[in-house]
């Protein structure tokens, strides 16, 4: 009988051992960032109505699905922001809106920067609702800055705050989020380089590195 209590254990020991061994291995492949190799469907990343700054025939494309009150969001701003201003024409930056529920203003916020765009001036109304982040997020009225916001940067003020009062661009929006859900998005920021999702973006040179790879 002990030697059958002896073998008993020994197998036992081996079996933890494995399973052990596996739930390391599992938890090791999740918690290493990666790009992931399934490329997202063209069709549904940007549409012919997205906001994009650079050239169409770009070598490199570079999709964000972002919301505007989201901190993390806010901190990848500055690394997007160079990104553009040293590659220009050589990436195509694609902005698309994910407002999460959580954020109380950042639907808001998604609809003065398309209402600015339709006056010509998204990326100026894009940049001074990440810049000025901390001023307007907590807000209990954030239309009144974002409509100075747009005065400052030229726009018609009236018809600015029509717009966003009167929820013009929520279906675009809406059509935004849509394409981020059935992309599998459930968070901001979230990156798609050339289609394929990126994870662990940490820094300017991580994301330069990925992009140089891309246009060599």
Sequence with gaps: MKQEAKI?????AVAIAILVGAVVLLS??????ITSTTKADPKILFRSDSDKLGSAS???TLVEFSDYQCPACGAAYPIIKQIINDYKDKVLFVYRNFPLSIHQNSKIAAEAAEAAGAQGKYWQMHDMLFENQSAWSSSSNPLDMFTEYAKSIGLDTDKFKNDVEGNKYSDKIKA???DGVSLGVNSTPTFYLNGEKVTGLASF???KSKIDALLK
Aim: hydrophobic share 35%; aromatic share 0%.
């Design 8 to 12: 008993l254990l020994g197998v036992g």
């Design 28 to 33: 090791g492949n999740t918690s290493t960032p």
């Design 58 to 60: 770009a070598k490199v």
């Design 176 to 178: 935004d989020i849509n």
């Design 205 to 207: 040179n991580d994301l």
